[in-house]
């Protein structure tokens, strides 16, 4: 039986993502932030400091929920976000991929300049 993953548990996506998948009796876990909802289920994961305990578990697939998405955000503080949405999800995916899981990010309008058209 498959066992999914969805990263950024605590965002609203994820929530919305968990929500469903738990009505329809879809095994998962979702991951958190938050050392006090840390249990077999909620998987802690934080992009910033690139601290996750996941190498243990076999995943099917991961969804990528988590993330800076605040247009300003990203703009002032580039560095910093670029920890979240740059060098922690690639260094996770990597991780993930060790175990052939497979991957799904969410895109958004923000990918492309719009200087070319689709």
């Given at each position: 039986m498959s066992l999914n993953l969805i990263i950024g548990g605590d965002s609203n996506i994820g929530k919305a993502l968990s929500s469903y998948w738990?009505?329809?009796d879809i095994r998962h876990h979702s991951s958190t932030r938050c050392l006090e909802h840390v249990s077999s289920e909620r998987p802690f994961i934080e992009l910033v400091s690139q601290s996750w305990a996941i190498s243990k578990v076999k995943y099917d697939t991961a969804v990528f929920c988590a993330g800076a998405?605040?247009?300003?955000e990203c703009e002032e503080y580039p560095k910093e976000t670029r920890k979240i949405?740059?060098?922690g999800t690639i260094a996770l995916a990597d991780a993930l991929s060790k175990?052939?899981?497979y991957q799904l990010f969410l895109s958004t309008n923000q990918v492309f300049d719009g200087t070319q058209p689709f």
């Amino acid at each position: 039986m498959s066992l999914n993953l969805i990263i950024g548990g605590d965002s609203n996506i994820g929530k919305a993502l968990s929500s469903y998948w738990k009505e329809n009796d879809i095994r998962h876990h979702s991951s958190t932030r938050c050392l006090e909802h840390v249990s077999s289920e909620r998987p802690f994961i934080e992009l910033v400091s690139q601290s996750w305990a996941i190498s243990k578990v076999k995943y099917d697939t991961a969804v990528f929920c988590a993330g800076a998405t605040k247009l300003s955000e990203c703009e002032e503080y580039p560095k910093e976000t670029r920890k979240i949405n740059v060098d922690g999800t690639i260094a996770l995916a990597d991780a993930l991929s060790k175990n052939d899981t497979y991957q799904l990010f969410l895109s958004t309008n923000q990918v492309f300049d719009g200087t070319q058209p689709f």
